[in-house]
């Protein structure tokens, strides 16, 4: 199938008017999140508005709105040392709906003093999803959680047991489940239901990562990446 004309659809510059501001993008940096309200958007599936120059046009601070870009461009946050608007950058991730983001800023990096040790949790989702179903459906997921805290890999084995465990190994420090096919919203709950368990037992969410990955016609592939961690150790002189 020749998709070269929706290639270049997704690459065209998009102009949007945010506040007075204008920023330039493509197409496919707007969609990355696709159930957020940019992706819902510029999917066809929210009402848009135009300026006098035929820009997009959203009503909300533009000057944030640079933060929201960026991290759409690259799936990280990254922010000034001096910046002083956390709170409102939080409005702003709310109004957009960019879950990613709303998970970052909701529980920013936590700073122990130096003589207290981190304890660390990783947790990896894989999952394939059917691009032409509605409402989207979820063809299988991998879900990793990687750590050396042994008693929540166990914890976690003994308190997930409906899940299809696909590897258990607690002297590797990794369990992985897979489960599928499913509801969108059934994986989405499950995976929830998971990182509730592990903010739980303490750690708080430190960063996340989201790629989105086109592998075959009909699937697209999304990869999120959650570090927790919590305080574990004072050292003694």
């Known amino acids: 199938m020749d998709n070269g004309g929706w290639g270049h659809r997704m690459t065209t510059p998009v102009t949007l008017n945010v506040g007075g501001h204008l920023y330039t993008t493509s197409l496919s940096t707007l969609q990355r999140y696709p159930d957020s309200m940019l992706g819902a958007m510029f999917r066809g599936d929210f009402p848009t508005a135009r300026d006098s120059h035929g820009n997009y046009f959203i009503d909300r601070d533009g000057t944030l709105f640079r933060y929201i870009l960026?991290?759409?461009r690259t799936s990280e946050l990254t922010l000034?040392?001096?910046f002083t608007e956390t709170d409102l950058l939080r409005k702003e991730a709310d109004f957009y709906q960019i879950e990613p983001l709303i998970h970052c800023l909701s529980d920013p990096k936590p700073l122990y003093p130096p003589d207290i040790?981190?304890?660390v949790v990783e947790l990896s989702s894989?999952?394939?999803l059917s691009k032409y179903s509605n409402p989207?459906?979820?063809i299988i997921t991998q879900l990793t959680?990687?750590?050396k805290v042994h008693a929540l890999l166990e914890g976690i084995s003994n308190n997930f047991t409906k899940w299809n465990k696909h590897m258990m190994d607690t002297r590797d420090?990794?369990?992985s489940f897979t489960f599928g096919p499913c509801d969108y919203h059934q994986e989405v709950s499950l995976r929830v239901h998971l990182m509730d368990y592990i903010m739980k037992q303490g750690f708080t969410i430190r960063n996340t990562r989201v790629?989105?990955?086109s592998e075959r016609a009909n699937e697209n592939t999304v990869e999120h990446h959650w570090t927790f961690c919590r305080p574990a150790q004072i050292v003694e002189d």
């Open 70 to 72: 960026n991290f759409l």
């Open 80 to 82: 000034p040392a001096d």
């Open 117 to 119: 040790f981190e304890q």
């Open 126 to 128: 894989t999952r394939k």
């Open 136 to 138: 989207v459906a979820v």
């Open 145 to 147: 959680i990687t750590t």
């Open 173 to 175: 420090c990794q369990v």
């Open 211 to 213: 790629h989105h990955m």
